[in-house]
């Protein structure tokens, strides 16, 4: 139950921070009229729509295997040892992607795109973002392989349908805490961010990419790792 719980716990979390542009989009909404109440409407929108989308997952887990296979190899052939040094593989790679971003985005000459949509979402209002949020997760949830292959292993563990819906609920909770974060440093400072708004913008956007790279990295490098030091591995299921 602990594995599924922080394997779950993982992959909402980086599904959540691999999709960078949802929380600029959240950013550039407190720029708005009423930034509170707007941001806050995205964030239910997106959240709410997403945890819809995973109960009728959850009911048709049978076709989103059938699409999860679609992209994702199957490695059920392959031995431990070959299949831990493709991660680590993965997890290197990753981890050296991080720092390349920031270094391309730093020395790039090209304007920042975050202010002509700052001026484009600054008359939206509470019902436009939750809409916005709501279309955002539905259009989404058919690619978003975390979150499909969370569903397929809550689905499959030995749980009755009220202990799936609470999985899929804290699937769901982490997936909204990279948004809450930067929601709740404004509440608290507002003052302070409001004038330098677009410079925030700007610089959590590459945070937040190399966060995800190379966090995800190391964690699959050190998975990998543990594995061959111990042959027990982080997570006692592999990823794929």
Not at 140 to 162: C, D, N, Q, R, T
Request: hydrophobic share 55%.
């Amino acid at each position: 139950m602990l594995d599924l719980t922080l394997f779950v716990s993982g992959s909402a979390l980086f599904d959540s921070v691999s999709t960078t542009q949802q929380i600029i989009f959240l950013i550039l909404l407190f720029s708005t009229e009423r930034p509170i109440r707007t941001s806050l409407g995205f964030i239910v929108g997106v959240t709410g729509a997403y945890f819809l989308c995973g109960l009728v997952g959850l009911a048709f887990v049978d076709k989103l295997n059938d699409m999860l296979k679609m992209f994702l190899p199957n490695l059920d052939g392959y031995s431990d040892s070959t299949y831990y040094q493709a991660q680590a593989l993965m997890g290197v790679a990753l981890t050296v992607a991080g720092p390349l971003y920031w270094r391309y985005k730093v020395k790039s000459k090209k304007p920042p795109v975050e202010n002509t949509l700052m001026t484009l979402v600054k008359n939206m209002n509470f019902w436009v973002a939750l809409g916005l949020g709501a279309f955002l997760s539905a259009t989404s949830f058919p690619g978003a392989l975390p979150y499909v292959g969370a569903i397929e292993k809550i689905h499959s563990a030995p749980l009755g349908i009220h202990a799936q819906w609470a999985f899929l609920l804290l699937y769901n909770l982490m997936y909204a805490v990279p948004l809450l974060v930067p929601f709740l440093l404004f509440v608290i400072l507002k003052d302070a961010i409001l004038p330098k708004l677009h410079l925030h913008v700007q610089r959590l956007n590459l945070i937040v990419m190399l966060v995800m790279l190379s966090g995800m990295g190391l964690f699959l490098l050190t998975d990998s790792v543990a594995f061959f030091l111990g042959a027990k591995p982080l997570m006692q299921t592999r990823f794929l």
